[in-house]
């Protein structure tokens, strides 16, 4: 059964999106005061309701003990991290969707994604939406590039570092916490044909500084594909079967040791720490994607 693309989120579960705009509480200007946003459940619900019609049976975690040992670790004083890859808006309800499903709901509470400010400001729906996970907002450093006057780049800069320390200091005080903290190491969806959007960005490498131990999470199928006009209010709501696969808990210092110490003459040890985290984050999805095939056959 192929994947059977319904037509802009929006538009297809208009009602739920309206009961969300009208359950949102989180401001959509980021300060330094409010980067760190607890889930709106309601809007939760509403979105697992949505993924109770998109997620075709069979749609499944493969390797769900993993990160119950990264959480179990994390319970007992560890730090947590997840990495995974990102193809939707979708990814981290679907992460949360399937471990719940899983009756693991007691590890979905447990993460805190990494979310950069556009959820937030790109519209009314996308904050509502973005709103019922727990996240850190951050200011991703790509979007420094949309300005070109000098004088506002250089007061946005400012404003980026700030927020961004704020960040730093929640996830700080998460980690100690328990809580396991989930980034994309791409820092943005992938998009066909734009393999730059696929590439890790190197701020990774501070990631696995500061936590004792990851897990890869690789990403099969897709309920929420990618609208040509970027607005993700119009993003395509589409039933398909979905596969996340999870590695084994990995050593972060382990791993950032090796990725650097290997890193070819003339290329950023950052860089290239983040490149392999991408190598592994492609061996869990093939992984992930071979599994969605069988099942996809069986049906």
Known sequence: ????VLGP????????????RANSAQPRTITTGNVYQEANAA????????????????????GLDHIIDLYE?????????????HYSNFDIPCLYYLLEREGRKDVADEVVAIAGMKLNEESEFV?????????????????????DDQE???????????????????????KHEGRLVLVFPSGTRYREGQP?????????????KLFDFAVFIGVAGNALRLHPTGDMSRDLATRDLVMLSVSEPTDCRGFRERARSTAPAGVDPKQHAADMVMLELDAVHDQAERERVRRLACR
């Open 152 to 174: 506002e780049k250089a007061q946005e800069l400012t404003r980026s570092r700030h927020i961004n320390m704020a960040a730093t200091r929640q996830m700080i005080r998460l």
């Open 43 to 62: 809007n939760r619900r509403l979105i697992h309701g949505v993924l109770d019609d998109l997620l075709l049976p069979g749609s499944g975690v493969i």
């Open 196 to 208: 730059d959007t696929k590439r890790g960005v190197k701020e990774v490498d501070s990631y696995l």
């Open 73 to 85: 670790r994390a319970q007992n004083g560890a730090s947590g991290l997840i990495l995974m890859e």
């Open 127 to 147: 904050n509502a939406f973005a709103e019922a996970y727990t996240r850190i907002v951050i200011y991703p450093t790509r979007s420094l590039l949309r300005y």
């Open 9 to 20: 989120i929006r538009d297809v579960y208009g009602k739920e999106a309206l009961a969300m």
């Open 1 to 4: 059964m192929k994947p059977e």
